[in-house]
């Protein structure tokens, strides 16, 4: 923030200031084991051998390294960022004490308390509200009454799986969860002790193939999570996964795979930090969602990685392919995201809808300051009969920076009575950012329905003039249009999450106005 | 990477070129195809399988006008040629030069100013009332080039009608560009009857001074590849644009239409309007995009496309895009597509009317609202008898 106007009360200008910066921009003093820095097969054999993977999922490994060799890095996003040179980085980091603990006493202090910093308590005991990761600020919900708690004052349970650089290093409530049928745990463990499962899922939604980061992810992929949802099964609790990079110079390649078999359903939270550096950092994740026979997942993002500095130093590149396959009739996804960290972001959660009466549902928030650049949206893929799917994006932009929604929805000749609605709104605050919007439309059957709107703007004056008029300061006031031009998509949140998201809205933007 | 194996279509492009940058542009990229974003739903390369040696000079009689326009200057292109030349209105006055070295990027369009016969330059220095009517007829199976420049003083209008014309297969491939200084205005009123067999490309590069307006009507049939391509450079403040595109698409037609408009200066008011049908196994693109400048406040910047699909086998594939750096602007863009609203049909079959007859009032209605902007009553009744007319015919647009 250069200018600020008069009339604002000093102290919202230093708290904006403050605000500026990134809050969970510490790192941890961990010794830790890294494989040697750069990309080859031996790197490859390593990861695999550290993870004691058998021998399918190494050659699997190999292949994708094979194919990426021969890809080139997408360039068509609208996104500028210095040449990316994968040999100097380092593949796999893992805390020296071990990779995963026999229980949750094993885990090393410095971990557990750099996730309690993180608001992410990993015993069990302590869970309370579950992921609060993405929170403006850890200790002031815990001073204002939680809205969320049940009327008994029983707080809701999330289970955790916590991946800390290239390893999970805890996964809670395992054993509650077991006894519901589901399976929660990191993927590699996964492999170990699901190789059926993970061998018949693993790669079918997103091939080996499919783009450059995506092989990248397959050849090096280091820790996620693995959820199997039985036939018929209401998983009793919110899942979730917190993604931490904490060593520099480490790229995190995490993998996610879920499955919901028929008539099941699932609530998914993600959340991801990083700390503050200089050098940029490479987070390339591949998510796979399987969806059987009306069966639900509903997978929710708050995408928090380190931005990089007021000048755009530093942050992280987070390329990411997320697909959903509805593979089976009756079956829905649904992505609801908030972006509003990292320096780069390429990320297009999509849908397959391969099921008659299949539904697929994005609802996105994206928030850009100082030098950000995010490139997001969906794809829809309408193959089935009477397939819907909704596309909420709001983008905001501020600073310096560069937003584009980019969507596909595209029908196909079979799709018959497909339908499509699509709203795309931008919001640009302040004169030196830019918003943009791409979608393409595709469709080849004539029944099908599709709309598609998009309007960019400023915030109205005289929106602006009345709350202040009505005693709120300037940023209060932006605050407060914005949450209002988000709610779409905030309510789509679960409330774990929906508090969070709502205070991230307005900590992203304070100090954009001016 | 391995070099680009050309097909025989480019080897020919080639030897016709000078050396340059565009003979080596066309030696590394090849002509546009599904892999260059822009021409991902129009492949040019695919389309131009079979190789178009340069056209021969046209032979035989010209065909009989297909509009007619009353209060014109008519110039004819025949296969690239200009043919016959009148008298021009007052004001207007024409130039011919040998064809320029290119500095396009844009293949298509660099084609037209290397290849073209003649570079033909009109200038226009006052409000002109005579409408100019430009027939550009193409036949045979050879490619046909054609560079026209427009240069308009300040202060002064024009109304162009044109109508682009292929018999046979050839390969029609056009570049205009138009320069309109401060405070002037240009209107074009464009038709493209179908043409099966035709490959077509047009270019239209416009550029803008402050206050200058510029309003372009196109109605297109399509072909087996139709590309109209508009691109708008606003760069003084105050500008008017207008676009209005309606498309009638059966058969296998392709009908391709694609703009740029990127406002530079304060306060551009436009509107972009594009509907249009498709039926049988015809397939229409449309790529928008408004590009807003940083500083280019008060811009107010609206594009709808609508189209309605009659048949399984027809698609219709839509890019409407914003690249937006100003704050303070209104823009937006809408894309709907879908079948006849069979209540609509329903009511209006229980009033009496037969599905033919519904359809070609709905259509009518439909297309109706892209020949609003036409002032000139006369031809725009011309035009929207050249639709009534197409629907009649049924299935033969």
């Known amino acids: 923030m250069t200018d600020v106007k008069q009339g604002i009360a000093k102290e919202t200008v230093e708290t904006a200031k403050a605000l500026e910066t990134y809050k969970y921009g510490f790192s941890t003093d961990i010794e830790s084991v890294k494989a040697p820095k750069g990309l080859n097969e031996d790197i490859i054999r390593y990861i695999s051998a550290k993870k004691e993977e058998p021998q399918w999922m190494l050659d699997w490994r190999l292949e994708a390294f094979q194919r990426w060799q021969t890809m080139s890095e997408p360039r068509w996003a609208h996104l500028t960022y210095p040449e990316i040179d994968y040999q100097d980085a380092y593949y796999y980091a893992e805390p020296k004490s071990g990779a995963k603990y026999a229980s949750i006493d094993d885990v090393p202090e410095e971990i557990l308390q750099d996730f309690e910093k993180l608001g992410i308590p990993l015993r069990e005991a302590e869970v309370l509200l579950g992921v609060k990761g993405a929170a403006a600020s850890a200790a002031e919900a815990r001073t204002n009454p939680d809205p969320n708690s049940t009327p008994n004052g029983e707080k809701p349970k999330v289970a955790v799986d916590a991946v800390f650089d290239s390893v999970s290093v805890a996964t809670t409530f395992q054993a509650e969860l077991k006894k519901a049928g589901v399976i929660f745990m990191s993927i590699s463990e996964a492999i170990r002790e699901h190789p059926e499962l993970v061998k018949k899922y693993l790669g079918s939604v997103v091939p080996v193939s499919d783009n450059f980061f995506a092989t990248l992810n397959s050849a090096v992929f280091s820790d996620g999570t693995f959820v199997y949802v039985p036939a018929g099964v209401r998983c009793p609790m919110e899942l979730s996964t917190y993604f931490r990079i904490n060593e520099a110079n480490t790229g995190q390649f995490e993998r996610t795979l879920i499955i919901a078999e028929k008539g099941s359903y699932v609530s998914y939270l993600e959340g991801c930090t990083a700390p503050m550096r200089d050098e940029n950092q490479l987070h390339a994740a591949v998510v796979e969602l399987v969806i059987l026979e009306g069966a639900e997942i509903k997978y929710s993002t708050v995408q928090n990685w380190y931005p990089g500095d007021k000048d755009g130093v530093g942050g992280i590149y987070n390329f990411v392919t997320k697909r959903a396959d509805c593979r089976e009739k009756n079956a829905k996804v649904s992505w609801t995201q908030v972006e509003t960290g990292s320096a780069v972001t390429w990320k297009y959660p999509s849908c397959i809808l391969r099921g008659d009466n299949s539904v697929g549902e994005f609802y996105s928030i994206a928030i850009t300051n100082n030098h950000q650049q995010a490139d997001t949206g969906t794809k829809m893929i309408h193959l089935g009969k009477n397939t819907k799917s909704r596309i909420i994006s709001k983008g905001i932009s501020a600073g310096k920076s560069d937003q584009t929604y980019r969507g596909l929805v595209s029908i196909h000749r079979k799709a018959d009575g497909a339908r499509n609605f699509t709203q795309c709104d931008s919001l640009l605050i302040g004169g030196d950012c830019g918003a943009h919007t791409v979608p393409y439309v595709e469709t080849k059957n004539p029944s099908a329905i599709l709309e598609h709107e998009a309007t960019t703007s400023k915030l109205s004056e005289e929106q602006l003039f009345y709350c202040q008029q009505r005693g709120l300061g300037e940023e209060e006031a932006v605050a407060l249009l914005v949450n209002g031009f988000c709610r779409d998509v905030l309510q789509e949140l679960p409330m774990e999450f929906a508090v969070e998201a709502q205070k991230l809205v307005q900590v992203s933007l304070e100090g954009s106005v001016g | ?397």
């Not at chain 2, 229409?284 to 009659?310: D, E, I, S």
């Not at chain 2, 027809?314 to 209104?330: G, R, T």
């Not at chain 2, 049909?345 to 519904?358: C, D, K, N, T």
């Open chain 2, 1 to 397: 990477m391995t070099a680009l194996k050309l097909t025989k279509t480019e080897q020919g492009l080639l030897a016709a070129l000078p050396d340059g940058a565009l003979a080596q542009a066309l030696q590394t990229k090849g002509l546009p195809n599904r892999r260059v974003e822009g021409w991902r739903w129009s492949d040019l390369r695919t389309a131009l399988r079979e190789e178009k040696p340069l056209a021969k000079t046209f032979d035989g009689a010209l065909p009989t006008e297909i509009l007619s326009v009353s209060d014109a200057t008519t110039l004819i292109f025949a296969n690239g040629v200009l043919q016959t030349l009148g008298d021009l209105p007052d004001g207007v006055t024409l130039e011919q030069a040998g064809p320029t070295a290119s500095g396009e990027t844009n293949l298509p369009a660099g084609l037209a100013q290397s290849l073209a016969d003649k570079k033909i330059t009109l200038s226009i220095t006052k409000p002109v009332k005579e409408k100019i009517y430009l027939r550009f007829i193409a036949k045979g199976s050879g490619a046909i080039n054609t560079h026209l420049v427009v240069k308009l003083s300040q202060g002064a209008s024009a109304h162009f009608v044109e109508s682009y014309e292929s018999a046979d297969n050839p390969f029609v491939n056009g570049l205009a560009t138009f320069d309109l200084a401060q405070e002037s205005h240009l209107t074009r009123s464009i038709l493209q009857p179908s043409a099966p067999e035709a490959i077509m490309v047009q270019n239209s590069f416009v550029k803008m001074a402050a206050r200058a307006r510029y309003d372009q009507t196109l109605i297109g049939f399509g072909g087996a590849y139709t590309r109209f391509e508009t691109r708008i450079d606003g760069q003084g403040d105050d500008l008017t644009i207008n676009l209005a595109t309606a498309y009638l698409l059966s058969g296998k037609n392709h009908f391709d239409s694609t703009s740029e408009i990127r406002h530079h200066g304060l306060a551009a008011n436009t509107e972009q309007l594009t509907k249009g049908i498709v039926r049988d196994q015809a397939r229409a693109v449309f790529q928008g995009k408004f590009y807003v400048a940083r500083g280019a406040q008060k811009t107010v910047a609206n594009m709808q496309h609508k189209a309605l699909m009659l048949s399984e086998q027809s698609e219709v594939d839509a890019k409407p895009e914003l690249e937006i750096y100003a704050d303070d602007v209104e823009c937006a863009h809408g894309n709907s597509v879908g079948a006849l609203d069979p209540a609509l049909i329903f009511y209006m079959r229980q009033r009496g009317l037969s599905e033919e007859q519904v359809r070609t009032m709905l259509i009518g209605a439909f297309l109706g609202e892209v020949l609003q902007q036409i002032s000139d009553e006369t031809l725009r009744n011309a035009l929207n008898d050249k639709i009534a007319n197409a629907m009649e015919a049924g299935h033969e647009f």
